[in-house]
Each structure stands twice: as structure tokens, then as C-alpha cells.
């Protein structure tokens, strides 16, 4: 038997040029010569999906590139699945995504690894509405759900989901980099479990409890997530506007990048929003981390997001409400680029995909 | 208190039994298991973790029991308690595990049945421990799990008859083409169900030949999604009589003012079939948006076109012949897609043009799904119009 590691470099050429009859070959011939599903799972796809996000985080790769080289990884999973069949221990697993959460390919992991240890899955596939999953518990009745979230700012929606099954006693067990680093907002939100990757989900299933109770509210601390969100629209405009005016970069920008730029400012609101929902300014600060050597990356002064953040911390302040936590947040941000830009970057690339 | 709690949460059936065993021990007994006879079969489930609910396995029947069968036909007449030692019979009825079975049969602990009726047959529930169990408890107990397995089993006969007809109304998995490959997503207004009016379509017709049809049915939700079955049972129905996609949707628009006259729909028809070196698809639209042709890095709208169906008795298709390419797609869509709108107003068809141009060279299904995810994120959680789409990516040369 071939180490997965070793084949690692013909499956990434495969996934690297898109070839997903190639990239098959690799996993299904490894298979068929006695590797286990869980370490290609784990070896080829897991690795081989990390240097797609290390690629698109450089800017060595387009958009269009890292959904080619998703699309071979979810051929993959589906090939290797097709070809593992174990048989039923009386398990049943619901696994699905958080709505709005289009990172189906964790997902699509779990229930191939789910399936190969005997379990009975329903796989909903990405950003499935709480309303739907609230049908199809009643209608399958699993023993666990399992929820999928890769971005934070889906959490409210992965929250959402938690309530739903454990109000049908149903445990449910979280995973993704949405729920951060080892985890730490899966608590928070009220899920039963965590589990960093497909096999740790094994392992945590088995001694999972069958049943669990509703899941009681969150405590709110203030108004500020309601305010956000409603005066975001004027945050984004008013900010983008007075860093046109403020930033010389900035200024010169053509229709394209100012247009990149108001995205930005969104996913920076966004983000804003999910800290403030978890009450963890590490979540933020994370993710300003991210974005720092994204924008980096593709040419944008190492100044700007800082600049950017403080002009997003004024607009708010002069806002009608309270805006303490976003604003401290946003201070946090900031004092970690500063702090940042004479130690040099803190962060991978790829801490976020 | 804690055993009503538990119950109210699930209406599944499985759930259901599962929670009674669980709540069953250590509280009453030390192992619990459930039978369900119904007719002349029976399914298990105890608190060992046996599970004869699990799979799409048929239940067995109760004569493979043998002698043990009587014994469960005897427990159904009411509570019983059976100190020890147990017979062999005793311990199968109930499929009382190895190790207890052991002690039980030796005279060691008692074992106590009590019936459950529910609408279909009868449960027993079986409680093995050192002691029977405190008679009022149990009658506590078995009372409240007697009402929610009754619920839960009208709810199951509920949700069978939802899943069969709602079967019939969403889109049937897509077959295998060699030499095409397929994609498609779908998504409804009503959220709950995942029932609405939009619908596609990929069959096989006797000739060899596949018929592909996508289309768009006036109304929402269920109502529309009747409404479907009809419009897809009259193409099925054309498409034996006529390989002209035009002259079929000429056929459903009769069929549809005769049954009906206020159902009309928007349809995409074609007949996909292999040609000497190519594969060809002849297609007809009845008020339909054009479908995409990605082809040499380009996209362009199918010039094709024609009047709703079921509308009007006058009314003009025409078919249009398209010979498929490795590398072609032909992306079909109904117009939930181009006229999703968010804050930023209507999405539109460049938009999906581009997405198309850009991921061509995706599976048909991470197309269409990437194609699904740029319509949601547009939206941004604004109320939407029923979605469907179907993408046939050409991969291979016809070898017909």
C-alpha cells in the first residue's frame, strides 16, 4: 500500500489543472489498493483543499480556478463514496449546511465518512433554510444533526439550526472553521458537540448522548447587532465615501475596485456582526487578520484596511444608538494591524477558508 | 416531568420508541426493549441499542419467531410480570440480550410486558431488572409513552402519505447520459415543503432519445406543484406521439385548455439524442426565457422562441435543431432565476451569462449549485419566486 501522502503530489497536479478524471484515478485507484477512505479523505481531498485556499488567499488563483478545483474535490468525494459500502449499525445522521453557508464540500466528507462507519445519512446539501430542517427531523428522525458552517457570518443561521433540532431532543454536532478555532463559539451557540475534521466526528460521535433538551436562549447584551444591521447600508456608503475623500490610494481607484471596496466594507460590517453575536472580539480580529493579507496580496497598501477601520469606527460613532462593543471591536482591530505591521503578519493565509 | 419533556419533542416514530427505552432505564428497569406487532410482522428497538427501525429493511415476520410468537401474541392481553426462571421462548419473544438473558434464566430478576395499543397494532414494552418495577411508575409512565407513540404513529402515516405525494410533485433524481453530463437545482418559494411550480425533467423516450424539459407553472406552492404533474404527465404523453418538440408543446397547450383553462406554463422542450458525430438537441420554448449556449468561451441566448402554453388556442412554437460539441452547455432556466430581486434590484441575465462563461468547465451539478448560490446571495434573504434550473454540459463526442 502506497502512503497517501506520497500520491498527494500526482492527485494535487490533477486538482491543480482541473483534470477530475486524473484526480479520480489517484483517489479510487488508492482505494482499491487498500488505503482507507478516511485518510484520502483526510490526505488527498482535506490537503489538497488547503493549498486551493493558500492559492485564492495569494491571489495565485482567480475565483474561477478555486471553484474548478472544488468541483474535482466534490467529483472525488463522490467517487470514493460510491465505491465504500458498509453495513447499517441502526445509526442515522442528518448532515447539512447552515442556510446561507454555500461550503458543501465539508459536508459532502462528513456523510461519506458517516456512511463508510455504518450510519444511515440524509445529506441536505448547501444553505438549507432552519423551516425545511425542522420538517425533514420529524420525517427521518436521526439520532444526531450534524451542521456544517465555514464562514462565522453564518452562525446566526447555524444557531438557528441548533435550536431547531434540539428542540426536537435531537443532539446536534457542529464542525467548520466558521465555529473558530478548536471550536470555541460551537458552546456559545448551545451545540451538543464539536468536532475539528470527519474523523474526530467518529470518534465524538460514539459516546455522543442520544438525546438532549431545547436549548435555552441567548442572553442579549445589548442592541447593537439590530442597529448594525439597520444603519449598515449608510455605514457602507458613508465610509467608502469619506475614504475616497481621506485616502489617496483610495481615490484613485477605478468604478471596479471602489465597487470591491463597498464589498469589503460589507464583509467587515458582516464580520462586525458575528463578533458582536458570540461577544468574542477575537472572531473580528481573526478575520482582520484575513483580510490584511488578502488585500495585501493583491497589491493594496498595508495602511489602508486600518485607515479603512477607523473610518468605519466614525461613521458608527456619530450613528443615533449605542455602539460600544462594535466600536471596542473595531479599536481591537485596528490596534492589531498597528501592532501588526512592525512585527510582520500574524496570520496564515489560509486561516479563514 | 422529565419523561413528558422528552416525548413532546419528536413527532418521529423512531425517535419516539428510541426515547421510551432511554427513558426506561435506569428509571424502571435495568434493560428495556420495544416490540411493535402490525399485522404479522413485528420491529424491535431496546436500550442495548438494537435498532429495527434503522435502513429501508421490511420488518420480519412474526412466524420466523416460532414458538416465541406466542408468547408476544400472549403479552398483548395485558400487564404481565414473569419471575424468574425464564424460558427460552420468554427471553426470544422479547430478544432479552446474552447476559441478562443468562440471569433471567437462571432465576435471577424479573421480567414484566405491557402493551401499548397504537392505531396500527400494538407495542409491547419489556422491562428486565432485579425487581419489577413500582407499579404505579409504570402506570404513570406508560400512559404518557402511550400517547406519544400514538401521535408519533398518526404522524408517520401522515408524513408517508406527504413523502408519496410529494415524490410525485419534486423533480425525480437525473439518469445518466454517457456522453452528456447533467446538473440541476432547485428551489422553491415555500421553504417548509420544498414544493412549488417550477419543474425539469430528463427521461428517456422509446426511440433511445431523451426527453429534457424545464417549465414554469402558473401559481405557487402545492397548488402549482399539482399543477406540474399535469403539465409533465401531457409532455411525457406528446412525446410519444411526435419527435418535434414544437408539435409537443402544441399538444400540451390543447391538453391544457381543455382540462383546466385558467393553467397555463411557461415550458422549455427538447429532444436530445445522439447524431452521427454529435449529439443533437432539438428544442421548442412556450413563453419560456432562452436558454444559454456556452460554446468557444462565449455565451449566448438559444434564438428560439414562442407563446405560453395553455393560455391561448392560436398560438405559435417553432423547434430549432443544435448540434452539441465536447464543451457545449446548455444551461435551461426558469425565470425565478433573471428576475430574483434584492436590494440591488433585479438580477438579470448577464449576471448568469457571465457565471456560466466563467464555469463552464464545472460539473453540470457545481454549476448549476455556483449558478444557485450567485441567485441566494443576490437575494440576501429577500422573498424569492420558485427556482429551477438544468444544465446539460456535453462531454464526449456521440458514438452513435
Redesign the interface.
Known amino acids: 500500500v502506497t502512503a497517501v501522502a506520497d500520491l498527494y503530489p500526482r492527485y494535487w497536479a490533477a486538482l491543480e489543472t482541473?483534470d477530475?478524471a486524473a484526480a479520480v484515478g489517484v483517489a479510487v485507484g488508492a482505494l482499491e489498493a487498500g488505503a482507507s477512505l478516511l485518510d484520502l479523505l483526510e490526505g488527498l481531498v482535506g490537503a489538497g483543499q488547503a493549498e486551493v485556499g493558500a492559492r485564492w488567499a495569494a491571489n495565485d488563483w482567480n475565483?474561477?480556478q478555486e471553484?474548478?478545483a472544488?468541483?474535482v474535490s466534490?467529483?472525488v468525494v463522490a467517487a470514493l463514496a460510491g465505491r465504500v459500502t458498509a453495513p447499517?449499525?441502526?445509526?442515522?445522521a442528518l448532515v447539512t449546511c447552515a442556510d446561507?453557508e454555500?461550503h458543501?464540500l465539508p459536508s459532502r466528507v462528513l456523510t461519506a465518512a458517516l456512511r463508510s462507519a455504518g450510519w444511515?445519512v440524509q445529506f441536505l446539501g448547501?444553505?438549507v433554510?432552519a423551516?425545511?430542517l425542522?420538517?425533514v427531523?420529524?420525517?427521518?428522525?436521526p439520532?444526531v444533526t450534524a451542521v456544517s458552517c465555514a464562514l462565522p457570518t453564518r452562525l446566526f443561521e447555524a444557531r438557528q439550526m441548533i435550536e431547531v433540532s434540539r428542540?426536537?431532543?435531537?443532539p446536534v454536532i457542529v464542525g467548520g472553521r466558521g465555529f473558530g478555532p478548536q471550536g470555541r463559539w460551537a458552546a456559545v451557540l448551545g451545540a451538543d458537540a464539536w468536532a475539528p475534521d470527519a474523523r474526530g466526528a467518529l470518534a465524538r460521535l460514539d459516546t455522543l448522548a442520544?438525546?438532549t433538551?431545547?436549548v435555552p436562549p441567548l442572553p442579549r447584551l445589548d442592541d447593537a447587532i439590530d442597529g448594525l444591521r439597520t444603519v449598515a447600508?449608510t455605514v457602507v456608503d458613508e465610509s467608502v465615501h469619506r475614504m475616497t475623500a481621506a485616502l489617496p490610494d483610495v481615490a484613485r481607484y477605478d468604478p471596479g475596485q471602489l465597487e470591491r471596496t463597498e464589498e469589503d466594507v460589507f464583509h467587515i460590517v458582516d464580520f462586525l456582526c458575528a463578533a458582536l453575536y458570540v461577544d468574542d472580539a477575537a472572531l473580528f480580529t481573526d478575520f482582520v487578520g484575513w483580510l490584511q493579507d488578502i488585500l495585501v496580496a493583491r497589491g493594496v497598501p498595508a495602511t489602508t484596511l486600518s485607515q479603512g477601520l477607523r473610518v468605519i469606527s466614525d461613521v458608527l460613532v456619530a450613528q443615533p444608538g449605542s455602539y460600544e462593543r462594535p466600536v471596542r471591536f473595531l479599536a481591537a482591530g485596528i490596534a492589531q494591524l498597528d501592532g501588526g505591521q512592525r512585527r510582520g503578519s500574524l496570520h496564515s493565509p489560509d486561516e479563514q477558508r | 416531568l422529565r419523561t413528558a419533556d422528552a416525548l413532546t419533542g419528536t413527532l418521529n416514530l423512531r425517535r419516539t420508541a428510541r426515547c421510551v427505552v432511554h427513558l426506561a432505564v435506569p428509571y424502571l428497569a435495568d434493560w428495556a426493549g420495544m416490540t411493535l406487532v402490525e399485522g404479522n410482522r413485528y420491529r424491535r428497538i431496546d436500550s442495548a441499542g438494537a435498532d429495527g427501525f434503522a435502513g429501508d429493511v421490511r420488518a420480519p415476520k412474526l412466524a420466523g419467531l416460532g414458538a416465541a410468537a406466542a408468547e408476544l401474541d400472549a403479552a398483548r392481553s395485558g400487564i404481565r410480570t414473569h419471575p424468574g426462571p425464564l424460558a427460552a421462548e420468554m427471553l426470544a419473544a422479547f430478544a432479552v440480550p446474552a447476559g441478562l438473558a443468562e440471569g433471567l434464566a437462571d432465576g435471577r430478576g424479573v421480567l414484566t410486558t405491557v402493551p401499548l395499543l397504537v392505531p396500527s397494532g400494538c407495542w409491547v414494552l419489556a422491562l428486565a431488572g432485579r425487581a419489577a418495577p413500582d407499579a404505579d411508575e409504570l402506570t404513570a409512565f406508560t400512559e404518557r409513552v402511550g400517547r406519544a407513540l400514538t401521535a408519533a404513529h398518526l404522524y408517520e402515516e401522515r408524513a408517508t402519505l406527504a413523502r408519496t405525494l410529494r415524490a410525485a410533485l419534486v423533480p425525480a433524481p437525473l439518469p445518466q447520459v454517457p456522453g452528456i453530463q447533467l446538473g440541476a437545482a432547485y428551489r422553491p418559494a415555500q421553504e417548509t415543503t420544498q414544493i412549488g411550480g417550477d419543474f425539469y425533467d430528463v427521461t428517456p423516450r422509446p426511440d433511445g432519445r431523451w426527453a429534457v424539459s424545464i417549465g414554469d407553472v402558473c401559481g405557487k406552492g402545492v397548488e402549482a406543484a399539482v399543477l406540474t404533474g399535469q403539465v409533465r404527465q401531457s409532455l411525457r404523453t406528446a412525446s410519444l406521439v411526435t419527435d418535434d418538440p414544437a408539435d409537443a408543446l402544441r399538444i400540451v397547450n390543447d391538453t391544457l385548455l381543455r382540462t383546466d383553462g385558467s393553467t397555463f406554463a411557461t415550458v422549455a422542450y427538447g429532444v436530445l439524442g445522439a447524431g452521427p458525430s454529435e449529439w443533437q438537441l432539438r428544442l421548442a420554448v412556450g413563453g419560456h426565457p432562452p436558454p444559454l449556449l456556452f460554446r468557444g468561451g462565449s455565451v449566448a441566448p438559444l434564438p428560439v422562441q414562442g407563446t405560453l402554453v395553455g393560455m391561448l388556442p392560436e398560438v405559435s412554437f417553432e423547434t430549432v435543431d443544435l448540434a452539441l460539441c465536447p464543451g457545449d452547455v446548455v444551461l435551461l432556466y426558469t425565470d425565478g432565476v433573471i428576475e430574483a430581486r434584492g436590494r440591488s434590484g433585479v438580477l438579470g441575465t448577464d449576471p448568469v451569462a457571465h457565471l456560466l462563461a466563467d464555469c463552464a468547465d464545472l460539473t453540470a451539478q457545481a454549476l448549476c449549485e455556483r449558478l444557485l448560490q450567485l441567485v441566494m446571495e443576490h437575494l440576501d434573504g429577500w422573498p424569492h419566486d420558485d427556482i429551477a434550473m438544468l444544465a446539460l454540459r456535453c462531454t464526449a463526442r456521440s458514438t452513435a
Open positions: 482541473g477530475s475565483v474561477a471553484h474548478r472544488t468541483s466534490e467529483e447499517l449499525t441502526g445509526r442515522r446561507r454555500w458543501s444511515q448547501a444553505a433554510p423551516r425545511h425542522a420538517q427531523l420529524h420525517e427521518f428522525g439520532d428542540a426536537a431532543g435531537i442520544a438525546f433538551t431545547p447600508r
